[in-house]
């Protein structure tokens, strides 16, 4: 079955650092790939998602993300955070096309004024 | 508005006592699906629906039960509550059933006392 990894669990930077969050998934076949975001309280978010096609995904609020098939992973970039980027990030796989949204163990960052 | 209600936002119960958390969406969306936050696991389908009067197992069934009558609506039962089932719940509704805009509801607290 598929499985995906956060590494980080907690990350806390200063605001206007550069933010990259490790995702990694197990599964050799097609996979769909997505970052949600959880703000404090609130329901999950869908930050961006990579179906095919350029593996460079641009996504909401200045998100980016880099599917490197060789490394099975899926990294979300933001080159200077904020504040208002305080939230929990989830990963999250589809593979073959299928049902079941597969999600990461989520990163909480914190991001510090 | 598009979008995914849940009720209860909040619910304790105490251990035994048969309840529902009602999931409905007003986007015409085939497939819907249920699942559990907990810390550092992330989030895991508890079971999904495809269509009316089809569903199937996620990855932590145990204890949960579904029905999918209409297509609005997707309760999720859980006939026994115990303190292990104490979760934060979020239901989900997709298009297509294949992480294509999937929107989640604002989750319900489950405190199994």
């Known amino acids: 079955a598929q499985s995906v990894s956060q590494h980080n669990h907690h990350v806390i930077l200063s605001e206007a650092a550069s933010l990259e969050l490790g995702c990694n998934y197990s599964?050799?076949?097609?996979?769909?790939l997505f970052w949600y975001v959880q703000y404090p309280g609130q329901h999950l978010q869908l930050l961006l998602k990579?179906?095919?096609?350029?593996?460079l995904v641009k996504g909401i609020k200045g998100f980016e993300a880099e599917f490197i098939k060789s490394k099975f992973s899926f990294n979300l970039r933001k080159p200077s955070v904020q504040w208002s980027d305080t939230a929990e990030y989830f990963c999250a796989v589809i593979v073959n096309a299928g049902n079941m949204l597969t999600f990461g163990g989520g990163t909480r960052l914190m991001v510090k004024p | 508005e598009a979008q995914v209600t849940q009720n209860p936002r909040y619910l304790i119960t105490v251990t035994g006592k048969k309840l529902t958390v009602t999931c409905s969406q007003n986007m015409n969306h085939e497939y819907m699906s249920w699942y559990r936050q907990d810390p550092g696991l992330g989030l895991r389908q508890i079971y999904y629906s495809m269509n009316v009067e089809v569903t199937d197992k996620g990855d932590v069934p145990e204890g949960y039960k579904v029905s999918r009558k209409e297509k609005r609506n997707f309760p999720l039962i859980l006939e026994s509550p115990s303190p292990n089932q104490t979760s934060l719940y979020f239901c989900?509704?997709?298009?297509?059933?294949?992480?294509?805009?999937?929107?989640f509801g604002s989750g319900t607290r489950l405190t199994v006392v």
């Open positions: 990579y179906f095919s096609g350029d593996p």
């Open positions: 599964y050799g076949g097609t996979v769909n």
């Open positions: 989900a509704s997709s298009l297509g059933g294949k992480g294509i805009g999937y929107t």
